[in-house]
């Protein structure tokens, strides 16, 4: 293990994996370059213990899925009774849901709240527009953008960082076994909810999508600890869940309602857990998986029919995003499929194309929020003024177009929505290119959707539109307000699939409201990599299932070209950020090196029976979160491994006092004393610090027994076993620790511990340099 400090950091220490750490987020401005240099730029991040959550530094800890098999926890077992056992089982689904419910209450609140608040916004523009008030009008929907914008900004900025950007790669990071104090907490909560609806109503090029899955992943944290004790809001019956196991699988329930939440799409929610945000994966999981996304299907259902008799405000068709494309011709030639596949090679080469520019600028952007929270304010301001001068300003190089004969809604469209808005033309006339920059995104990708249209748009309109989306996408994403990336990406693939829709209509009898869905599927596929998860949502989303064949060539055909350049967006902001995230697969120069090529020293162990004032002064300056416990004679007739005992249990057993003036056994006491719950993982809040400790001199001179909280069954693996073959082991049982045993006899009983840093490219390519990659073998 690496056994490095961060010795200028002068703040709360957090153990995490070897190394001293704040407790609390680093603003970026305020700390040395040693923090700021591995992330977000030309450096790696050598320290695997920080990464960026949300817009800011923090510190970071590996989370434990393997069963701590103690005495206490046997014993435990041993006397749980089966209604018990019935208890916890209905407590799972009774929280499964719980999710449910409050994702799908909480999506429905974001849905109503950003249309009433765009629609009153985009009311008050057209009300201004049609009184040809084109200046005050302009001042109006600029000075709204603003006012949301900075309300946004001042949420992530001051009260929770972690809330920016989509979630998404912080969640991934977590189910891959990466915890940081504020990921889940309940302030990033509640900033992730009115942050995104602020970012949302404000115009920007982003959706509410990706929040909507960090914000059910907070939920289904919350839930599962039992609640917040720091806000007394806490019940002892769901002690059964402190564990990061159980947790695990809540958070990828929560994840999945969120997606479902989103799209209304449960089946596509369950997927993407699958597919995109899971690291492990049972059956059982998908059962209670399925059963949240229906429960939030069932909410989003209630509420549309609760809507529908117009007790909503200005929420209407809108929100809810559900692009019904059915009506359309869906039989098809070769001529088609020949126009599927340009559009399946367009959008992987502007899918990869999107994601390395998202990396550019997310590294220019961290040079401007490490100044501080004002900056970052500033900078979404400025982006909000960008964005609505965008909206407002080019829709006047678009000509003015009559208004088709024989149409059922009126043209030019009077009030928030619809496909034809009139901004400066005459009567009888509308503008194209307002009537998707001056929507809500949801009624904009429903005009580019809409089947029988095809001269409702110009193609100058087209790529207009396109180019200032793909545009404002890439240099909205990044700034410090909760933001989504499926809504402008679907946006922009859906303007280029209409696009060439029009230019292929000679050959092809598509019909351009499914050329605009086919172009959303190759630019999700180019930048996001996915293809089942992708598919059945994009086939609840648009209710037909006649497309499926030609949605999952055009999936294939982007992602494979796409991955000719480089990684899904998600995977490449996981790494960018500094997660050490542990891949389903080993990298091939790990077949040449063996488990003890990595481990490094001196290996700190315990004895059996340890003296006090060993354990407490090791936890004092050493931040390791395991230790090796060793017996030697006279507990055994040769050093033997006992097993490995946490940090957080050696502070609980110190804080209960049960010392002995002699080594001698003391179990029975410390079973008596203690049960397994007392050992249980801690919430988000304050778990037991060293410094709440108060041990005597005297004390200090005492033992203590260490069998009873041992986990005398720690996954080992020889000190010859391939490198590879370890990180695969580690990685599918998720674990913390894994113990290097020696090869051969008369040694002493471990050799090392392996950990998640252990295995981290940086660190094993710092170890062994002749095996990194030249910069063509890594292009």
């Not at 992943?217 to 007394?232: F, P």
Request: aromatic share 10%; hydrophobic share 45%; charged share 20%.
């Amino acid at each position: 293990m690496d056994k490095g400090d961060l010795n200028d950091i002068k703040c709360e220490a957090l153990p995490v994996d070897g190394r001293e750490l704040e407790r609390n987020c680093l603003d970026m401005s305020e700390k040395d370059a040693m923090i700021k240099e591995p992330l977000l730029r030309k450096r790696m991040n050598t320290t695997s213990q920080i990464a960026i959550v949300g817009a800011n530094v923090c510190p970071i800890e590996s989370l434990d899925y393997e069963v701590i098999e103690n005495d206490l926890f046997k014993q435990d077992w041993r006397s749980r009774k089966k209604v018990q056992i019935f208890q916890y089982i209905v407590l799972k689904w009774t929280l499964a849901l719980l999710i449910g419910l409050s994702t799908g209450l909480i999506g429905c609140f974001n849905n109503l709240a950003v249309e009433n608040i765009t629609g009153f916004k985009l009311l008050l523009t057209s009300n201004l527009l049609l009184q040809e008030k084109y200046i005050k009008s302009f001042l109006a929907y600029a000075g709204c953008n603003v006012v949301l914008a900075a309300s946004a900004a001042a949420l992530c900025a001051y009260i929770a960082p972690a809330a920016a950007g989509s979630g998404i790669p912080e969640v991934k990071a977590y189910l891959n076994g990466v915890d940081a104090y504020s990921i889940l907490a309940p302030s990033t909560l509640f900033v992730k909810i009115f942050g995104s609806i602020f970012g949302v109503s404000a115009g920007f090029v982003v959706g509410k999508e990706g929040p909507m899955v960090h914000t059910g992943a907070c939920i289904a944290s919350l839930l599962g600890q039992g609640g917040s004790r720091k806000y007394h809001l806490t019940w002892r019956g769901l002690r059964y869940f402190k564990n990061d196991r159980d947790r695990r699988d809540l958070i990828t329930c929560g994840a999945a309602a969120g997606v479902a939440a989103a799209f209304r799409a449960p089946v596509g929610g369950v997927l993407f857990a699958l597919e995109e945000v899971a690291s492990w994966w049972r059956s059982a999981l998908l059962w209670r998986t399925f059963f949240t996304t229906a429960v939030v299907a069932v909410v989003l259902r209630g509420f549309i029919q609760y809507c529908q008799n117009g007790n909503c405000g200005l929420f209407g068709q809108g929100g809810l995003i559900m692009f019904d494309v059915s009506s359309a011709m869906t039989t098809y030639s070769t001529p088609d499929l020949l126009a599927v596949i340009v559009l399946g090679i367009i959008g992987g080469v502007f899918g990869s194309l999107y994601n390395y520019l998202v990396d550019k600028v997310l590294r220019i952007y961290s040079i401007i929020n490490e100044r501080g929270a004002p900056f970052k304010v500033v900078l979404v301001i400025t982006i909000s003024l960008l964005t609505s001068c965008c909206s407002y300003g080019l829709p006047w190089l678009a000509r003015c177009t009559p208004c088709p004969v024989g149409l059922e809604e009126p043209c030019p469209t009077i009030g928030r929505s619809g496909n034809f808005k009139n901004f400066q033309c005459p009567v009888g006339h509308y503008n194209d290119l307002a009537s998707l920059f001056l929507n809500t995104n949801d009624d904009a990708i429903r005009n580019l959707y809409s089947s029988g249209t095809e001269n409702e748009f110009h193609i100058s309109s087209l790529f207009i539109f396109f180019a200032a989306v793909y545009c404002l996408g890439i240099i909205t994403y990044g700034i410090a307000v909760p933001s989504g990336l499926f809504i402008p990406v679907i946006l922009a693939g859906a303007s280029y699939g209409r696009l060439v829709g029009h230019l292929l209509g000679s050959i092809s009898d598509l019909d351009v409201g499914l050329f605009a869905l086919l172009g959303a599927a190759s630019f999700l596929g180019g930048t996001m990599r996915m293809t089942v998860s992708l598919c059945v949502i994009l086939l609840e989303l648009t209710n037909d299932l006649l497309m499926l064949p030609l949605i999952m060539l055009v999936l294939l055909i982007s992602k494979t070209v796409a991955d000719c350049f480089n990684k899904g967006v998600y995977d490449q902001i996981v790494k960018m950020k500094g997660f050490p995230f542990m891949e389903a697969h080993a990298e091939p120069y790990m077949r040449h090196l063996v488990a003890r090529d990595v481990v490094s020293g001196p290996l700190i162990t315990f004895a059996g029976v340890e003296k006090v004032g060993n354990i407490f002064h090791i936890l004092k300056w050493k931040g390791h979160n395991g230790f090796p416990v060793i017996d030697e004679p006279p507990f055994s007739n040769a050093p033997e491994l006992v097993g490995i005992v946490l940090r957080s249990h050696l502070l609980v057993l110190l804080k209960g006092k049960k010392f002995s003036r002699e080594r001698v056994l003391t179990g029975d006491e410390i079973s008596r004393r203690f049960d397994a719950y007392d050992f249980a993982k801690a919430g988000s809040g304050r778990g037991l610090k060293l410094e709440d400790l108060d041990i005597t001199e005297e004390e200090m001179e005492m033992y203590v027994d260490l069998h009873p909280i041992t986990n005398a069954s720690p996954y080992t693996v020889v000190e010859t076993m391939s490198l590879a073959k370890a990180a695969l082991l580690f990685r599918e049982l998720g674990l913390r620790h894994l113990c290097v045993v020696p090869k051969t006899p008369g040694r002493p009983p471990i050799a090392g511990i392996l950990t998640r840093h252990d295995f981290m490219p940086e660190h094993v390519l710092r170890l062994y340099p002749h095996f990194r990659p030249t910069r063509r073998e890594s292009k």
